[in-house]
C-alpha cells in the first residue's frame, strides 16, 4: 500500500512538472508566433493583389490560424482541454459577441474559431513588440478611453463585421463575480444587430489577473466556452433614449451572466 501511495505522488508530480514545462513552452511560442506574424507572414500577405478591405481579412484569417495552432499545441501537449459549445453560431455580420474575462487566453480561444473577427483589445498591446504588428494589421480596436472607441467600434458592427468584446475590460479576479461595464452595452446599442453571449468558465482558474504564469494547478485546467441565445439590442432601443437603454442592457447582461456561470 505505502509503495502504491508514493506510485501516485510521483505520477502526479511528474504530470505537474510536464504540465509547467508544457505552459513555458506554450508562453514562449506565443511570443514567437507573434514576431513570425509581425516580421514574416504579415508583411508578405500585404504584398499581396488587393484592397484594404482584403489585405485586413487575410490578416484576420492568418492570427486566428496561428491561434487556433496554439490552442491545439496547449490541448495536445497536455497544458489544458477545453469545449466550445455552439461555436458555429459566431462570425455572423454585425454581430457582437459579448464574453466575461476570466482568464489571458479566452481571447486566444474566440480568434480561434472566429476568422474574420474584430476585437477590443487593451491599448499596451500597441507597444508590446511581439502583439504590435498584429493587432495593427488586423486593425482592431484600442480601448485607449477615448471618446472615439465607441462610436469607432459601432461603425464597424454597422459595416457588417463582427466584434468581440469583454465588457469587464480586464480579467476577473479569482473568485470573484464579473462586473461590467456599461461601455459594451452603449456600442452595442449603437450599431449592433446582434449580441451573443459567450460564457466562459476555467476550471480551476489559471493565467487570472493575480496569477503568474507559472503557477499552474495541481490537475489539469479545462475551458469551457459555452454560446448563449442571442439578445436583439431592439428590444431595449425601441421604449427609451439611450443611456437609459445602455443601462438596462448593461444590466440585462450582468445578471444573465451571474446566473449562466453560477450554474456552470
Not at 159 to 169: D, Y
Not at 178 to 196: E, K, M, N, Q, S
Request: glycine fraction near 8%; include cysteine.
Amino acid at each position: 500500500m505505502d509503495l502504491a501511495a508514493t506510485t501516485v505522488r510521483r505520477s502526479s508530480a511528474g504530470n505537474q512538472a510536464w504540465r509547467l514545462l508544457a505552459t513555458g513552452a506554450s508562453f514562449a511560442l506565443f511570443g514567437l508566433g507573434g514576431m513570425v506574424l509581425r516580421l514574416v507572414i504579415l508583411p508578405v500577405l500585404g504584398l499581396l493583389p488587393g484592397d484594404a478591405q482584403t489585405r485586413q481579412r487575410r490578416a484576420r484569417a492568418a492570427i486566428s490560424k496561428a491561434f487556433y495552432l496554439h490552442v491545439q499545441f496547449m490541448y495536445r501537449s497536455g497544458t489544458l482541454e477545453y469545449d466550445f459549445e455552439g461555436a458555429d453560431q459566431l462570425g455572423r455580420p454585425g454581430q457582437m459577441i459579448i464574453a466575461n474575462h476570466p482568464s489571458l487566453i479566452d481571447v486566444v480561444f474566440l480568434i480561434a474559431h472566429i476568422p474574420n473577427a474584430n476585437c477590443i483589445v487593451k491599448q499596451s498591446l500597441w507597444r508590446n513588440p511581439f502583439t504590435r504588428g498584429p493587432v495593427c494589421r488586423a486593425h482592431y480596436i484600442s480601448n485607449n478611453g477615448s471618446p472615439d472607441m465607441l462610436e469607432q467600434a459601432a461603425d464597424v458592427l454597422r459595416g457588417g463585421e463582427t466584434l468581440i468584446v469583454f465588457p469587464e475590460g480586464t480579467r476577473t479576479a479569482p473568485n470573484c463575480a464579473p462586473v461590467f461595464h456599461r461601455g459594451a452595452a452603449a456600442i452595442a446599442l449603437r450599431g449592433a444587430r446582434v449580441i451573443t453571449p459567450v460564457f466562459i468558465t476555467v476550471k480551476p482558474t489559471t493565467l487570472t489577473k493575480a496569477e503568474p504564469w507559472y503557477r499552474i494547478p495541481e490537475r489539469r485546467v479545462k475551458v469551457t466556452l459555452r454560446v448563449g441565445k442571442d439578445i436583439d439590442p431592439n428590444a431595449f432601443n425601441a421604449h427609451a433614449a439611450l443611456p437609459i437603454a445602455s443601462r438596462r442592457l448593461n444590466e440585462h447582461l450582468h445578471q444573465l451572466f451571474l446566473r449562466e456561470l453560477a450554474s456552470s
